[in-house]
């Protein structure tokens, strides 16, 4: 019911940053009720959770490793999810995917994909 469509990754050295978009090919009244979230999986390792955020309240969640450096953010009017991601650090390479979630899950570590984008890589040389 919903296509995810994502921009914005690349290559960064160590303390830049990077905005990454996520454009929803859905009715806006019905975006807006969408929780939204956006996740990231590095080879040899499980896919985490990045940062959440509610539906028009948007309240927002994140992971402790990424908390006071990303900023989730979502544009209603456009259907747009935002990752915003300052001092990026090696540790932060991975691919990076926006996905709908379960909303009763959106302050979870592992809240529940309905749906998701094809990934856009991010890379961070050490």
């Known amino acids: 019911q919903v296509q995810l469509v994502e921009s914005g990754g690349g290559s960064v050295q160590a303390g830049g940053s990077l905005r990454l978009s996520c454009a929803a090919s859905?009715?806006?009244?019905?975006?807006?009720?969408?929780?939204m979230g956006w996740f990231r999986q590095a080879p040899g390792k499980e896919r985490e959770g990045v940062a959440s955020?509610?539906?028009?309240?948007?309240?927002?969640h994140y992971a402790d490793s990424v908390k006071g450096r990303f900023t989730i953010s979502r544009d209603n009017g456009m259907n747009t999810l935002y990752l915003q991601m300052n001092s990026l650090k090696p540790d932060d390479t991975a691919m990076y995917f926006c996905?709908?979630?379960?909303?009763?899950?959106?302050?979870?570590?592992?809240?529940?994909?309905?749906?998701w984008g094809q990934g856009t890589q991010v890379t961070v040389p050490s």
């Open positions: 996905a709908r979630i379960l909303c009763s899950d959106y302050n979870t570590k592992t809240p529940t994909i309905l749906s």
């Open positions: 859905v009715d806006r009244n019905m975006f807006s009720r969408y929780c």
């Open positions: 955020i509610s539906t028009n309240t948007q309240i927002t």
